[in-house]
């Protein structure tokens, strides 16, 4: 997690960045992505994904490990970088790399320009550090997840920075402006100026002043349902003309945190100590978390921490907002549990076999009336081909004819007569032949190539089975006095 090299960056072929996101694309599933996965992935033209992978572990951007089941390869932090960077570098946010200003806990701090020349700040998130490994506490990035990739935590942090970011920037907030994002790197303008803990002097009156715009910032945020969470002089950047702007976004909450109240008197004590410590300044006035008047709902907008669906519900009831519903009448619509709408019969339907020649005989005619509209609608023009509408209702009509027969006969049956009557099923198919065979063919081609995929085993120094096979061989070998074999 050193300082990044980007000198490989311009050697790099369009292959090594396919083979790159190939184990990128097969570290979602898996912690090593086997070679053979990797080459079905990248699925190159000409081959040679082995010497690729051989040649990005050289130069650090890949990582070749022995797993406990399999061996595979692991993409490194510098990889990641490099993905990012040639995204940002394709849309034209990053054209040139500039050297580092800043280290923190989980990031670290680039200067960046675009092919202007205008300077951005590139911010890449490094979660995982020693210094900061107690995630799940601290963030809830995890969510339901019991483990999850550095790589991926960071990607996370990455987004909501700049969730947060444009959402501030937006509502006129103190705040770098956001300009592009991409996997764990967020490129925002430029600070000209100087972080607050470096700050050792400054009048009395720019103190108090100082000192009042950065507590009502804190309720302002608050009043727009987030707090900071880590609201301090390394947070703060002072400009030249001595206004503050607010930096590192990852870790804010909603105000409906659990622990909202503790995290909002965290950030105004952290402030009041500094003035304390630094400009020997103290006031009897600083916000108290009563003191918040909710004036808008950010943390919906963002999915801040600590903000549930229900509290969302709870929280547009209060502001006197309803989500629009459509209200759907039972009546009319029932059984929707296939996505397909059912009319409701009504309460007087007689469906006994008595009534149901009735019921057929009003079906029939109405088919009939249909038909011969259609009949004549097709015999003033010779040419014209009878549609698949028309066809299928003559069969139908058919159908219910000698279903209405059928019936007829049956309940003549149960009326003790001794009528005789021969069951007539006919079947129709809608689906043309060619259809299904096509079908079936992509079935069985989806079949063969899932035999493939699990006969696909992995090669040469990848074959962690093997190596499993030879020291269990010599084991038993070594063993083979305790069990009485000579």
């Not at 702007?245 to 105000?255: A, K, L, N, W």
């Not at 698949?388 to 069969?395: V, Y």
């Not at 001794?418 to 065979?437: A, Y």
Request: hydrophobic share 35%; glycine share 6%; with cysteine.
């Amino acid at each position: 997690m050193g300082k990044l090299n980007v000198t490989i960056l311009r050697y790099l072929s369009k292959e090594d960045f396919r083979v790159l996101t190939a184990i990128e694309m097969g570290m979602k599933n898996h912690e090593l992505v086997p070679g053979a996965l990797a080459a079905v992935i990248a699925n190159l033209r000409h081959g040679g994904v082995h010497k690729i992978l051989r040649d990005l572990c050289k130069n650090r951007l890949l990582s070749y490990e022995r797993g406990k089941h399999y061996d595979g390869y692991r993409l490194t932090n510098a990889g990641y970088d490099y993905l990012a960077l040639k995204t940002l570098s394709s849309r034209g946010s990053v054209y040139s790399f500039g050297n580092q200003i800043g280290v923190g806990k989980e990031s670290n701090i680039y200067i960046v320009a675009n092919e202007d020349g205008t300077e951005y700040c590139l911010k890449l998130h490094r979660l995982g550090r020693i210094c900061f490994r107690n995630l799940k506490e601290k963030r809830d990035y995890h969510a339901h997840r019991h483990k999850a990739s550095w790589l991926y935590l960071s990607r996370i942090s990455a987004t909501k920075e700049y969730a947060y970011m444009t959402a501030l920037y937006n509502r006129g907030f103190p705040v770098p402006k956001p300009i592009d994002v991409n996997r764990h790197c967020v490129v925002m303008d430029l600070v000209q100026g100087q972080p607050m803990s470096r700050v050792y002097q400054l009048e009395e009156s720019v103190v108090e002043k100082l000192y009042d715009e950065l507590m009502d910032l804190i309720v302002k945020l608050a009043n727009h349902g987030v707090i900071h969470g880590d609201f301090n002089e390394f947070n703060i950047m002072i400009t030249e003309e001595g206004k503050p702007i607010v930096i590192d976004f990852p870790q804010m909450v909603s105000t409906n945190h659990i622990n909202a109240k503790m995290f909002f008197e965290r950030d105004v004590t952290c402030i009041k100590d500094f003035f304390r410590r630094r400009f020997a300044y103290e006031s009897e006035l600083f916000p108290t978390f009563d003191d918040i008047e909710r004036e808008d709902s950010l943390d919906v907008e963002v999915s801040a921490s600590g903000f549930t669906r229900q509290m969302d519900k709870d929280l547009l009831e209060g502001m006197g907002i309803d989500e629009a519903s459509d209200d759907i009448d039972d009546s009319d619509v029932q059984n929707e549990d296939n996505g397909e709408s059912v009319e409701k019969l009504p309460d007087n339907f007689d469906l006994s076999s008595e009534a149901l020649p009735d019921h057929i005989d009003k079906y029939l005619e109405g088919l009939k009336l249909e038909n011969e509209k259609s009949a004549v609608e097709n015999s003033n023009s010779e040419d014209q081909i009878p549609d698949c509408d028309t066809k299928f209702s003559q069969q139908m009509l058919k159908d219910l004819e000698a279903m209405k027969k059928e019936s007829t006969e049956i309940s003549d049956c149960e009326k003790g007569s001794t009528v005789s009557f021969i069951r007539s099923v006919s079947t129709t198919s809608t689906i043309p032949p060619e259809v299904i065979r096509g079908k079936v063919k992509k079935a069985l081609d989806k079949r063969e190539r899932q035999e493939l995929r699990h006969r696909a085993v992995c090669k040469g120094e990848a074959s962690a089975v093997t190596r499993k096979r030879r020291e269990n061989r010599d084991t038993i070998k070594d063993c083979s006095g305790i069990w009485g074999w000579e």
